[in-house]
């Protein structure tokens, strides 16, 4: 292992996904708590969850994880759950992780996980083995042990009845034997990537970076020493789901080393923060040279000679704190109770208010009430309020506070210019600066938080410039605008026309958009639009509210949503026929597998996987999403099978490639890396090749192979340049008889990402989604009854043969007929046999191409559209191009009833 590959590994990829899965009712810990005192108080309690009190004990939000099995922890205020040993995370493989922390009362809970990791890395994490309930009058704690390679580690999680807004966390790691070095221990938050991330001070005495923070995790190993903070807090603002509004801060306290005799002094403990992630690395040593309150060049090269010697432990000491609001100040007031209290209001009540030193420093943020009504407390003296809100609008306001705080008066920012939206709904509408106008961003980060590299610097998500309409009482009325002229194109997807208007916006004026409705001008009959791999906010890394999806998906079109949620089996059906959708969607629940944890049997992981349908189980952990932790494929999908035997299962973006054409080895990419093999997939080769062979390998119980998917997803998102290479390795499965059925899928994870685009048309005799016949459904997908597309609509057949079906001759017409909206451009037309090209030529919307085709064996045929790029399509699927492609017609050349495979060779 390279020196510094331990902390690259646990913090390289900060947007981790989201938990592993699965319940199990085993643990090493009994279910009654250890209580040494006479007088407990009935408020603590630490327990474990059964199938008796769960209802009782579990926790609800977008998040939410615990089930039966795992332990539950309480002041009778704030509300956490442990995951049992079996239950692994993105952090590791095995449990004894905090999964859910929230308020008992209210829910929201919108945790992640907790893991202590060697080095910061993944691959060295404590495994926990048991997990000991602790209660004593006032207090009550969960303590997790576990160990890894000579080293022995426990964390121990405990409310007290010295302060009910927060849950201590004790971590300490003891070597006891000779094993791995280890040069730092790392108490790691994974977070959602939705959260918005502040580094500051929890006496508010120094302040930090706030919310502009250094991106690290894709630049390389020096960039670590910019990214390093002596912080000691780090304020985590949730998604405001409803009145259940949340924030996490967490504050260490302390990192010391201990030596066999019991005698500590302090260790040197650094901040890296990074979107998906937080990490509280604690050297196991003070560093020889240089100061230990910074992590430059210097002290990450003595890390090098470093390691936690025999009979020494450190020990981290932190608080995780619970706001009750979406903002800073909800945690930082809670660390400082008696410092000043700023008040004040502003005419805007969907503003942050940012609290700064005289010179720009980040302190602090906090929302107003809806009747703009602000508070938060500061240190005594002066301060500027930098107040932002919509569309781009900042006033400054200098503060003098005393002693015994500061007034504010009411601080203007003015009314907006407002355009207010027609009726069109469904319907995604997009605004177009011009000229001198730039394009608005409907998803505008009032906090500012950038993640800088040099003189660059990014948002989270890029600016959205869209406004969906899904023909909801929910819909919006108005947005608002910044002064400016704008174009306003207003498109349902694929088979609905574009429809275009401008807009003349004035300061603090109210205008009212006028554009027609997009109308029909493709129908496609026996043919029904589904994305069988759709997130939402119930995803770690997504940000939607479900509202948002829901108006999104239908906005853009589309007609059957697969809800496959990261490792979070999730009904969304009775949400959306509360929300108004019963007549346009039709909602089918999956899940994402989603392995992001290294193993010793799986040191690249196996990959993400769907499966729909898949009910969910709210007693289980993350709703009974499958086990998965250090199994392979096989496995997982042979158990999956015994209980769900009609689902699909889909292996997601199994290889990803640069623009320039490199395969890229990733660990969400099974075949860049095959799981255990080590190495990618090499369509040349025979399955049956030792490079390829651990695909084929059936499990000696079940038969099941890795390679045994139904499906294999060819085009996800805008990753065009991966599904060339994701076809040669798809031809070639289909030349060795491995029949997966190629589909198109948005794998949207932000606004900025169309979800529905691509798609699959999969061919349905009631192409309603009222009248939706999920059997009928999924046996359509199973058969490869199913075509994908961005833009271009088709009918392709080989005498009476459609796609997915089985022609029986050895000579043959194909027919395909392209049709399109008038604004998605088609320029070609081509055909493979067996993987290869065997015909192709220009092609227009409206064409009906006829080729003649003969066959020396039993074979395949496939079709791809493509359009030259448009100024009009590329403005409303940016990054897209117009393209379409079919699952394969079968031939059964020599009549004999079956088909089969042409071999590898041909």
């Known amino acids: 292992m390279l020196w510094h590959e331990g902390i690259m590994n646990g913090i390289h990829r900060g947007a981790c996904l989201l938990l592993l899965a699965s319940i199990v009712w085993g643990s090493a810990a009994s279910a009654k708590p250890t209580d040494t005192s006479d007088s407990a108080d009935d408020r603590f309690a630490a327990e474990l969850i059964t199938a008796a009190n769960i209802r009782a004990l579990d926790q609800t939000g977008t998040n939410a994880a615990g089930g039966i099995g795992d332990w539950h922890l309480t002041n009778g205020v704030l509300c956490a759950i442990v995951s049992s040993v079996e239950h692994g995370t993105v952090l590791g493989a095995t449990g004894g992780s905090l999964v859910d922390l929230s308020y008992c009362d209210r829910g929201g809970d919108q945790w992640i996980a907790f893991k202590e990791l060697l080095n910061g890395s993944r691959r060295q994490v404590c495994g926990a083995e048991e997990i000991v309930p602790q209660q004593q009058g006032t207090s009550a704690s969960l303590v997790v042990r576990g160990r890894y390679d000579g080293v022995h580690c426990e964390t121990r999680y405990a409310f007290d009845d010295r302060a009910d807004d927060r849950l201590r966390v004790t971590t300490s790691v003891e070597r006891r034997s000779e094993g791995e070095r280890g040069f730092s221990v790392a108490a790691s938050f994974a977070t959602a990537q939705s959260f918005t991330s502040f580094v500051g001070s929890a006496n508010l005495l120094q302040p930090d970076r706030g919310f502009v923070l250094p991106e690290y995790s894709s630049h390389g190993i020096r960039e670590i020493s910019k990214a390093a903070s002596p912080a000691d807090l780090v304020v985590n603002v949730g998604r405001a789901e409803g009145d259940a509004e949340i924030a996490y801060g967490r504050r260490i306290v302390s990192a010391t080393l201990e030596n066999e005799k019991g005698e500590g002094r302090e260790v040197p403990v650094f901040l890296l923060v990074d979107q998906g992630a937080s990490v509280a690395l604690a050297m196991v040593r003070p560093f020889w040279l240089g100061s230990g309150s910074s992590f430059g060049l210097l002290q990450l090269l003595q890390t090098r000679w470093m390691d936690l010697r025999v009979g020494h432990r450190v020990v981290i000491e932190q608080e995780v704190l619970v706001g009750d609001r979406a903002d800073v100040a909800s945690i930082t007031d809670r660390l400082v109770p008696d410092a000043p209290l700023l008040t004040g209001s502003v005419d805007d009540a969907s503003a942050v208010i940012h609290i700064e030193t005289e010179d720009g420093a980040p302190i602090t943020a906090t929302r107003p009430e809806a009747s703009g009504d602000f508070s938060a407390r500061v240190p005594a003296g002066r301060v500027r309020l930098r107040v932002r809100t919509t569309p ?44 001198d106008t730039p394009d608005p961003d409907f998803d505008e980060d009032l906090t500012d938080l950038r993640y800088v590299h040099g003189r660059s610097s990014r948002g989270v998500f890029p600016p959205v410039r869209d406004v969906s309409l899904g023909g909801v009482a929910g819909d919006p009325a108005a947005v608002r605008l910044a002064p400016g002229t704008y174009r306003v194109l207003a498109t349902r997807g694929p088979e609905y026309s574009v429809t275009q208007s401008r807009v003349e916006v004035k300061a603090e004026e109210e205008v009212r958009l006028a554009i027609d409705a997009p109308a029909l001008e493709v129908p496609t009959k026996g043919w029904i639009a589904a994305d069988f791999h759709v997130h939402s906010g119930f995803s770690m890394d997504n940000p939607f509210p479900l509202p948002d999806r829901l108006a999104a998906f239908a906005g853009q079109g589309g007609e059957v949503l697969v809800a496959t949620e990261h490792e979070n089996a999730v009904d969304l059906a009775p949400a959306a026929r509360a929300l108004g959708y019963a007549a346009r969607l039709a909602l089918v629940t999956g899940v994402e597998v989603t392995d992001e944890a290294p193993t010793p049997e799986n040191p690249n992981t196996i990959g993400h996987a769907n499966i729909f349908p898949y009910p969910p189980d709210p007693t289980r952990y993350m709703n009974g999403a499958p086990l998965h932790g250090g199994r392979r494929w096989r496995d997982v999908i042979a158990e999956t099978r015994a209980r769900h035997p009609a689902s699909i299962w889909q292996l997601d973006h199994a290889q990803y490639v640069t623009l320039e054409g490199k395969q890229i080895q990733h660990p969400q990419a099974f075949l860049s890396h095959m799981g255990a093999a080590g190495h990618g997939f090499d369509p040349s080769l025979p399955l049956t090749d030792e490079w390829n062979r651990s695909l084929i390998e059936p499990d000696p119980h079940s038969g099941v192979r890795d390679i045994d998917f139904d ?20 031809f070639s499965m289909l030349r060795q008889g491995e029949r997966l059925v190629g589909t198109a899928n948005s794998d949207s994870h932000h606004f900025a990402q169309l979800v529905a685009v691509p798609r699959n048309y999969v061919r349905q005799d009631a192409d309603d989604p009222r009248a939706l016949d999920e059997r009928s459904f999924v046996e359509a997908i199973r058969q490869g009854r199913v075509y994908g597309t961005t833009g271009p609509i088709l009918d392709v057949r080989l005498g009476d043969a459609h796609v997915g079906d089985q022609f029986t001759g050895d000579r043959g017409t194909l027919v395909v007929s392209v049709r399109a909206a008038h604004w ?44 030259e790029p448009s100024e009009l399509f590329a403005a409303l699927l940016p990054g897209h191009s117009s393209f379409a492609f079919t699952n394969p017609i079968f031939v059964d050349a020599d009549a004999n009833g079956a088909w089969e495979a042409p071999g590898p060779g041909q």
């Open 392 to 435: 781009g609008r900042e006033v400054i306001v200098p503060v003098e506070v005393g002693s015994d705080g500061a007034l504010v008066p009411r601080i203007a920012v003015g009314t907006p210019a407002r355009v207010t939206l027609p009726a069109i709904g469904p319907a995604r509408l997009v605004f177009i600066g011009e000229g």
């Open 711 to 730: 499906a294999i997803e060819l085009l996800n998102g805008k990753q065009h340049p991966s599904y060339e290479a994701l076809r040669e390795t798809w």
């Open 824 to 867: 998605v451009p088609v320029s070609e037309l081509r055909v493979f046999v067996n993987g290869e090209r065997v015909y192709s030529e220009s092609s227009a919307n409206g064409r009906e191409h006829r080729v003649t085709l003969d066959f020396s064996g039993d074979s395949f045929v496939t079709v791809e559209v493509e359009g």
